[in-house]
């Protein structure tokens, strides 16, 4: 298995990269979890803006998937919060939603989100801004 995850990425930075994913369907979480351990990535999962706060600490990621509309704390008010921290703020966050307006993408641009991903996302979206977001924080 060690094998099939070294070899999964191009580049051993990116294979072995830590990406959180924070979303209150456990359904979104598994899905985005499955593709990219299958893409040699550790993943750690949360199902709000709460838990996900407490595990960016223990875990720092290096990637972050964030869905906009959660209990308790929404991805809007987590995302601000990471990124206000000088630790995290070169964390990339993605912004995954199932609205795609306009007013929603800016209002991520807003809080300090890299990029918006609208749900029901591919495999070939997840893993792409996977690819591009590492490949800009390694360069």
Not at 52 to 61: Q, R, S, W
Not at 106 to 118: K, M, N, P, Q
Request: charged share 25%.
């Amino acid at each position: 298995m060690s094998t099939a995850a070294a070899g999964a990425g191009t580049d051993n930075a990116i294979a072995l990269a830590k990406i959180m994913v924070i979303d209150d369907s456990q359904t979104i979480r598994k899905t985005a979890e499955t593709l990219l351990v299958k893409e040699g990535y550790a993943v750690i999962t949360a199902a709000d803006g709460f838990e996900a706060l407490a595990k960016v600490a223990d875990h720092e990621p290096d990637l972050i998937f964030i869905d906009i509309m959660m209990p308790r704390l929404d991805g809007y008010q987590a995302c601000a919060l990471i990124k206000n921290n000088a630790r995290y703020a070169k964390t990339p966050v993605i912004m995954l939603s199932s609205k795609d307006g306009l007013f929603d993408r800016a209002r991520g641009r807003i809080v300090g989100s890299d990029e918006y991903l609208t749900k029901p996302f591919t495999k070939d979206e997840l893993i792409g801004a996977v690819r591009a977001h590492l490949g800009k924080k390694a360069g």
